[in-house]
């Protein structure tokens, strides 16, 4: 019985434990329920304040969609995030053509020295505040207690705590967003802050007004090329209507499509469309010349297009012109040829004018030949005179040369006839020996070399020169002064040479004798009729400058200054018409420029006249 008794109450034991344990499960599974329905509740608020800012987003999209108005659309942003979203400022910076932000719209700002501070920021894409933008951040955060961004934003924008969201999908953007709240108000709006339910909502309207902005973006840029696209249609149209040339566009077969009407003018029609009726097979029809069609045609079909094309074509009444032709082949996408287009040029007065061109360039041609035979011949005949000028200005001084002659063999003549007059005187008187003969024999040949020498240098000036030769300024200067040294001599005239080194030239050793002789003669002359006391002629060589100068210069007073200008023309002489010809030194001056490409001046200097030569150096 006890057994039984016991056995009994172990039975409600576990019975009452199986309760109690079934009790707290159940007592567990309410608490979950009741959490599970605060979990449930807080989501239900979640998501009715995100349908709630979703609806708030559909009717934004639904009011701008449609609207290609830029300012509606930011200033119903800045509205959006301070209704909607319940932050407490927006500001809306548009990008100026210089990456430079502008405050385009603005909200939440009451105060008119607020507002009038913000509508006058300004940023830089590369501003501080902006650099996380820069690194590829979505967005720029400054929490209140977040570390100052640069450049004093928090100041500058009157916020304590802001969000900063590119707009658009440029990679610079097109508008910059900023959002925020001031430290005394930010209690009473939303937060800024990372968490994902604000970074969803700005995110769900940055991304609205990114595509609503592209797209107002792509419409100006669409509506821009069609006006663009206008007006290049209507300047092109004027061009093509009020062009002077002719502008067409023809078939590969032959026929006009649209011609402008310059080439309907010039082909003698009275419209283009006239034109584009009347002529259905170009070749045929408009070419004078079949080949030339065809040849074009080759240029075409080969190259594509084909560049000042020359040919003759018939206008309406069949009368002919010519025409310079460019056209190109334009081609569809599979590189067959739609159409050729291109300008017609008309060249007949240009064709006419180079057909008397050529006719007078045949007569020029004639003319110039002729010219030529004839200038060679008038050459020729100057450089005859030329030398028949040199040959007179050489006579002229011959008889002068021949008067010195005679003076300098008086002498030796006459010691000649006394050295045969005494042989004979001594014959008679004593006989001849052997050394008064030898003696008497060695003075009558040196008198009679000194005879011959003179003859030599007469018969060297005398010899015509055959070609150009080097040789130094002493040597054709020692032969003049060796003909005129009797005449020298005796008039008491003074001959002084102040050389300096061995200077040499290249030219006609005679033609030198003879100007160097006619400037000396000269000199002579002058100081002759000057009755000088001390009568001297000075002559210099050097060079100077790269050039040979030889200077010849008397003490008789000078040139006057009425004929120092003359003194160089043919046939102008102060002597009497018995004493000179007027063409000495002329011929010198000829030489020196002509023959030796030098130079001949005379001037006034110190006493008397100076005459100075000037030849280029031997290189």
Known sequence: MEKATSIENQGLEQQLADLRRENEELAQQVKRLIRAEGKLYEYQQVLDAQLNEYKGLYDLSRRLSGSFDIEALFRETVQYVVQQLEYERAILLRRAETFTYRVFALDGYYDAEEKEQIAAITMKFGAPCLSPLLAGREHVTCAASGKEPGNGCRRRLLMDEFLVYPLGHDEVPHALLVVGNTAAS???????????????????????????????????????????ERVAEAKYRSLFENAAEGIFRRTPEGRYLDANPALAHMMGYSSPEELVASVTDIGSQVYVDPSSYAEMQRVLAAHGRAERFETQIYRKDRSVIWVSLSLRAVRDSEGKVLFYEGMSEEITKRKIAEAALRDSEQKYRQLSEALERRVKQAVGELRQKDKMLIMQGRQAVMGEMLSNIAHQWRQPLNMLALLVQDVQLTHRQTGLSDRFIEENVKRSMEIIRQMSQTIDDFRYFYRPDREKLVFTVSEPLEKALALLDGSLRMHSIEVQVLKIGEPAIKGYLGEFVQVLLNILINARDALIASHTSSPVITVRLCEEGGETVVSIADNAGGIPEEIKEKIFEPYFTTKGPDQGTGIGLFMCKTIIEKSMNGRLCARNSGDGAEFVITVPKIP
């Open 186 to 228: 930010a209690t009473f709006h939303r937060r800024v802050e990372e968490s994902e339910p604000a970074l969803l909502s700005m995110g769900n309207l940055v991304g609205l007004v990114s595509s609503l902005l592209d797209t107002h973006i792509f419409f100006e840029r669409m509506m821009e090329a069609r006006e663009q």
